[in-house]
């Protein structure tokens, strides 16, 4: 009842899952001698070892406590509790994908949402003008952050939190009528309804690239982004534009797949008024809307 979850094979973050219903305090102590050392031969490791089954532990038996893997460019920085991809080349070839799939510019901001250590937000960045990135793990929001300043890209902002609530206060800090593309890469369960209903009524979003690796499972998001406006799901439908799979795990029946949402943005052209003009003199007045400056740094709430 021992399941190794492992890396790529020169740096490697390995994490051994054990049962502690099927192991007793002896055969954990054989367990921790046996991961030690069947890795000890690495080049570089981290190892890890947790307990399930009653009470959760996570126990640190060699290497560093944090790796750094280069991927499009960039070195992120890896803690054990972490989703990372472990696959390095396979995951440039997503990231890619992402990038291809989404219509990106410097006026555009981008929703990074299930956002992790950051990866295809800080990838991005470049390319547009300002990141949000959405996570509820607070050490992955920390790792995103220190991978931010690692890199230098300040054009990004993390928010740690539950999704929906998150990405409601992201879209309150964009200005609006301004132009939003949304990058969600959730567990493989998908999103909660609450999330893709707050992403469907905010109408700056024209365009949502989904990224999957369970397609069996997100039917009821797919049908959630693209049905007919209702009482749960406000604002216009997105369209299907297309799909591709990526290859994750050569061998295996686990793929990645990248799918494109697209729908058209709200006319902001003002209605031509049929009212028979009057001699009254009338004035139009409003709260000023003020948008605070782009961050300079990269920043969690």
């Not at 050392?37 to 080049?43: A, D, I, P, V």
């Not at 054990?80 to 219509?103: C, H, K, M, W």
């Not at 029946?253 to 031509?272: A, N, Q």
Request: with cysteine.
């Amino acid at each position: 009842n021992v399941t190794f979850l492992a890396g790529n094979a020169k740096n490697m973050t390995t994490k051994a899952v054990v049962s502690t219903q099927s192991t007793g305090e002896v055969g954990l102590f054989e367990v921790k001698d046996l991961m030690k050392e069947y890795y000890q031969s690495r080049e570089s490791f981290s190892l890890f070892l947790k307990l399930v089954g009653g009470k959760e532990e996570i126990f640190h038996l060699a290497g560093p406590l944090t790796m750094v893997e280069k991927l499009c460019g960039l070195e992120f920085q890896i803690t054990s509790g972490s989703f990372f991809q472990v696959n390095t080349p396979a995951a440039e070839v997503l990231y890619n994908t992402i990038r291809d799939f989404a219509s990106l510019d410097k006026d555009t901001y981008l929703l990074d949402v299930c956002c992790g250590t950051g990866t295809i937000g800080l990838i991005l960045s470049h390319a547009v003008k300002h990141v949000y990135g959405i996570e509820l793990v607070e050490s992955a929001v920390k790792d995103a952050i220190e991978n931010a300043e690692r890199n230098g890209v300040s054009n990004v902002t993390f928010l740690a939190g539950n999704a929906k609530n998150m990405t409601t206060k992201a879209v309150k800090r964009i200005p609006q009528k301004s132009r939003i593309v949304a990058i969600v890469d959730p567990p493989r369960s998908g999103l909660h309804s609450e999330v893709i209903a707050c992403l469907r009524k905010t109408e700056m979003i024209s365009e949502l690239v989904y990224v999957s690796c369970d397609v069996t499972r997100i039917q009821n998001n797919v049908i959630a982004l693209c049905g007919p406006t209702s009482n749960k799901f406000l604002g216009d439908p997105f369209k299907f534009v297309k799909a591709v799979s990526v290859d994750m795990f050569p061998h295996t029946r686990k793929f990645e797949v990248v799918m494109h949402f697209r729908r058209d943005p709200p006319s902001t052209e003002t209605p031509t008024s049929t009212e028979t003009p009057t001699n009254t003199e009338t004035t139009a007045s409003g709260e000023a809307l003020s948008s605070t400056e782009t961050p300079k740094s990269a920043v969690v709430d």
